[in-house]
């Protein structure tokens, strides 16, 4: 059974940074595009960023590029993403999901995604 774990979310002032991690188990996540999602209350689901298995392409929603990055450790078997200058906006709960075995051109609709993570707090406030 396949199962997600996000952390490293909390509450941090306007400009600081955080890193999100996303950790699998039954699933190696080297073979899978891993994405991550944000939403806010009241708000849809979106995506914000995605890591392809095969080539590492890397996609970012046009609100953080610049400032997230994501990145995969296949020996931690876990894919970060490092939020820098984080703003009041970013506050949201972020999940990581999976989609085999790119991101592809729709990589920020979260039907394309089967598994998720319960997700991780992330606000921003000072």
């Known amino acids: 059974q396949v199962q997600l774990v996000e952390s490293g979310g909390g509450l941090v002032q306007p400009g600081g940074s955080l890193r999100l991690s996303c950790t699998a188990s039954?699933?190696?996540?080297?073979?899978?595009?891993v994405g991550w999602f944000r939403q806010a209350p009241g708000e849809e689901r979106a995506g914000v960023s995605c890591?392809?298995?095969?080539?590492?392409?890397?996609f970012y929603a046009d609100s953080v590029k610049g400032r997230f990055t994501i990145s995969r450790d296949n020996a931690e078997n876990t894919v970060y993403l490092q939020m820098r200058d984080l703003k009041p906006e970013d506050t949201a709960t972020y999940y990581c999901?999976?989609?085999?075995?790119?991101?592809?051109?729709?990589?920020?609709?979260?039907?394309?995604?089967?598994?998720w993570g319960q997700g991780t707090q992330v606000t921003v406030s000072s």
């Open positions: 999901a999976l989609n085999y075995p790119v991101c592809g051109s729709t990589w920020y609709g979260p039907s394309k995604y089967s598994y």
């Open positions: 039954g699933a190696t996540l080297d073979y899978y595009a």
């Open positions: 890591i392809s298995s095969n080539d590492g392409n890397r």
